[in-house]
């Protein structure tokens, strides 16, 4: 199955590893581990929706407007 994390992009449920609040208490570990992925393993927000969550997969960390409740319940939903 796949999970749909905004802006047109899917991720498979099998490569999932976590989805986050981008905003959280701990953001400066956030930030840190953003910037310390590499450059071409981020996969930037298209639009100008505010981003809410990052969702980190086995290859890529994608930033996402959809917040990380919402793309949990949609994971749950998946199966």
């Known amino acids: ?3 749909h994390i905004g802006n047109s992009k ?3 449920n099998n490569d ?7 905003d959280a208490a701990n953001k400066k570990a956030n930030s840190n581990f953003i910037e310390s992925a590499s450059s071409d393993a ?3 927000r ?3 929706e505010q ?3 990052f969702v980190v ?5 994608f930033i996402s407007p959809i ?3 919402t793309l949990s319940k949609r994971n749950n939903s998946s199966g």
């Open 1 to 3: 199955m796949f999970l």
């Open 10 to 12: 899917i991720v498979f």
């Open 16 to 22: 999932l590893v976590g989805i986050f609040n981008i």
């Open 42 to 44: 981020i996969k930037k």
């Open 46 to 48: 298209s639009g100008f």
């Open 51 to 53: 981003p809410k969550s």
């Open 57 to 61: 997969t086995n290859h890529n960390v």
């Open 67 to 69: 917040s990380p409740l």
